[in-house]
């Protein structure tokens, strides 16, 4: 998360025979950008999750040659002036510099699971390190269910596993069980083997909970204000003038109303609106307080109006 910290102090001017219009330095604007994550809990049946199992010489065998290009295999050699795809193959596989995504039991038949998820629940991207996949179709012998987690280098592997290819760790190259393309919302489930006595790992992914972290990038514009003693003094609320003879106001200053003349009297400021230059029929942003702000003629007033998008 990064935020910058701005001290500066913006300048307003009042705009020439407005009494509550000014215009904004462009100084006093801040746009910060704070990445943000919520926990999303679905399972088969919430909206847009998609279970796909491959079988091999079946209609599903066209999903296995699309994964198979963007993900799998290396593709050709990559031209010098296409730099958007990046060595050492181009396809969408996660290239980090730090750890490795194992990519080498996606075998040369079709015989994997897909899982589906919609960008409406992960946002930019599955936050690594936070996905996990429990199967609510099968159990072992003791009940407990099948349960698959994410190493945060897009691999995926077992917490609970009964058999394990090596005594290697768990998320090692030889005991991962498939793999997650975070910027996708794609999880693969490509290992065959069993997971106990009675389940494979081909039987998982058909009934099953999800649980994983979205990210989203907030982006927060911050309109830093300052009102100077000398500047909004006036309003157009009518509620302050006298009423001339006939009933009729005014909005001449000596009209104003004996008890909003005392020199003990300040404006008490309810909103601020922002509008588009040289438009001031309906603002585009506007922030009313709780209370109302007595202005200080002392000192200054400063307001922060923060929007976030």
């Keep these: 998360m990064a935020i910058n910290n701005y001290t500066k102090r913006p300048k307003i001017e009042q705009t020439?025979?407005?009494p509550v219009f000014g215009n904004i330095d462009e100084s006093s604007k801040v746009i910060q950008n704070n990445i943000v994550h919520y926990t999303q809990n679905l399972n088969t049946a919430s909206a847009g999750i998609s279970s796909i199992k491959i079988i091999s010489s079946s209609v599903s065998q066209s999903h296995w040659d699309s994964l198979n290009v963007l993900f799998y295999s290396s593709g050709s050699v990559r031209n010098p002036k296409e730099l958007k795809l990046g060595a050492p193959s181009s396809n969408f596989a996660d290239m980090r510099t730090v750890g490795t995504q194992f990519l080498t039991k996606y075998h040369g038949y079709p015989s994997s699971s897909i899982i589906t998820i919609p960008s409406k629940y992960y946002g930019e991207k599955i936050k690594e390190n936070t996905f996990k996949l429990t199967d609510s179709n099968n159990t072992d012998s003791a009940g407990v269910k099948p349960e698959i987690i994410d190493d945060?280098?897009?691999?995926?592997?077992s917490t609970n596993a009964h058999h394990s290819q090596s005594t290697a760790a768990a998320s090692s190259s030889d005991n991962y069980v498939g793999n997650i393309f975070y910027?996708?919302?794609l999880a693969v489930i490509t290992e065959t083997g069993s997971w106990s006595g009675s389940v494979?790992?081909?039987?998982l992914a058909t009934n099953?909970?999800?649980?994983?972290d979205s990210v989203n990038t907030i982006y927060s514009h911050q309109y830093n204000i300052t009102i100077r003693p000398e500047q909004y003094n006036l309003t157009m609320n009518y509620g302050i003038r006298s009423p001339l003879q006939g009933g009729e106001f005014s909005l001449g200053t000596s009209y104003i109303a004996s008890t909003f003349t005392s020199s003990n009297w300040q404006p008490y400021i309810t909103t601020i609106n922002l509008y588009q230059k040289d438009d001031y029929d309906t603002p585009v942003i506007q922030a009313t307080f709780p209370r109302?702000?007595?202005?200080s003629d002392i000192i200054n007033t400063r307001f922060k109006i923060k929007l976030d998008m």
């Design 292 to 295: 109302p702000i007595r202005k």
């Design 208 to 212: 099953f909970d999800l649980q994983f």
């Design 16 to 18: 020439p025979n407005s």
């Design 200 to 203: 494979d790992y081909s039987d």
């Design 152 to 157: 945060g280098f897009g691999n995926l592997y």
């Design 183 to 185: 910027e996708h919302g």
